[in-house]
């Protein structure tokens, strides 16, 4: 629910990233990602099935208590 909520709060600021603003869903892949990268979790990009690159990336619902406040933490200080 906090992660929901500072993605929400991000949404209604109506802040862009690359050019335009985005979804709760968006910005929950882009943060995951990006969180990822700083504590050397990154995961894949791979071809997908139509040519196109997917990220693919952990689920927030299977992140553990731990991993999850850190990914909070992380979305708190990129906003600040």
């Known amino acids: 629910a906090a992660l929901h909520r500072l993605l929400a709060a991000i949404v209604k600021a109506r802040h ?5 603003t985005w979804s709760i869903d968006d910005w929950r892949t882009l943060m995951v990602s990006a969180h990822s990268k700083a504590t050397n979790r990154a995961g894949e ?4 099935i139509e ?5 693919l990336r952990r689920s927030t619902t299977r992140m ?3 991993e999850l406040s850190s990914l ?3 979305v708190q200080a990129w906003c600040a």
């Not at 862009?16 to 335009?20: I, L």
Request: proline content about 5%; aromatic content about 16%.
């Open 64 to 66: 553990s208590v731990a």
């Open 16 to 20: 862009k990233w690359a050019g335009r």
């Open 45 to 48: 990009i791979v071809p997908g």
């Open 72 to 74: 909070i933490e992380y």
């Open 51 to 55: 040519g196109e690159f997917v990220a």
